[in-house]
T-cell receptor, first 113, second 116 residues
């Protein structure tokens, strides 16, 4: 089965600093998703990447998928307390009834004043 | 984006009773719905996939008689935890897709189940 490894597991940064979260797959990714979760809440969709070398941005968050489509990074510029939460990368896995999203273990981000 | 509503957000039940969790897609038809379980400080574990009008497909290790899933319509799926025990206490999240793979999956707000 496809495994997604995220690093770091947790991150504490000072407000205004930049940070990067990585997601590595054991297999070629055909779709890589980034979600954000506040503890005890649902997931908020951030971005989806499909093509090798693709890069997408939304406000201060940029996600990239490498050319080999096995690694993705999420970069936050000038972090703010509102960026705090758990960031999850996900990829479609083939299951009996079709495809479902499988997730990495997540990266917990805390932004301090 | 599309909205998926999950209800209830929190539930406390006694051991031995059953609990039903609802997942509704409010503004789109969900051809497929997924149920996940999340333990504290861990990622989401896929429990089962349900397609409207057909039986759910359970992941390995998930007891189908314990976690009953019904996908009665294109906008509603339910998860019933039968004869709940304290070890079933967890955070359950549903998600829904209107298309096939490589499309965005929308998530409910989650349900915190506590069995006492």
């Amino acid at each position: 089965s496809q495994e997604l490894e995220q690093s770091p597991q947790s991150l504490i940064v000072q407000e205004g600093k930049n940070l990067t979260i990585n997601c590595t797959s054991s297999k070629t990714l055909y779709g890589l998703y980034w979600y954000k979760q506040k503890y005890g809440e649902g997931l908020i969709f951030l971005m989806m990447l499909q093509k090798g070398g693709e890069e997408k941005s939304h406000e201060k968050i940029t996600a990239k998928l490498d050319e080999k489509k096995q690694q993705s990074s999420l970069h936050i510029t000038a972090s703010q307390p509102s960026h705090a939460g758990i960031y999850l990368c996900g990829a479609d896995i083939n299951i009996n009834s079709g495809y479902a999203l499988n997730f990495g273990k997540g990266t917990s981000l805390l932004v301090t004043p | 984006g599309a909205v998926v509503s999950q209800h209830p957000s929190r539930v406390i039940c006694k051991s031995g009773t059953s609990v039903k969790i609802e997942c509704r897609s409010l503004d789109f038809q969900a051809t497929t719905m997924f149920w996940y379980r999340q333990f504290p400080k861990q990622s989401l574990m896929l429990m089962a996939t349900s397609n409207e009008g057909s039986k759910a497909t359970y992941e390995q290790g998930v007891e189908k008689d314990k976690f009953l899933i019904n996908h009665a319509s294109l906008t509603l799926s339910t998860l019933t935890v039968t004869s709940a025990h304290p070890e079933d206490s967890s955070f359950y999240i549903c998600s829904a897709r209107g298309g096939s793979w490589n499309t965005e999956a929308f998530f409910g707000q989650g349900t915190r189940l506590t069995v006492v």
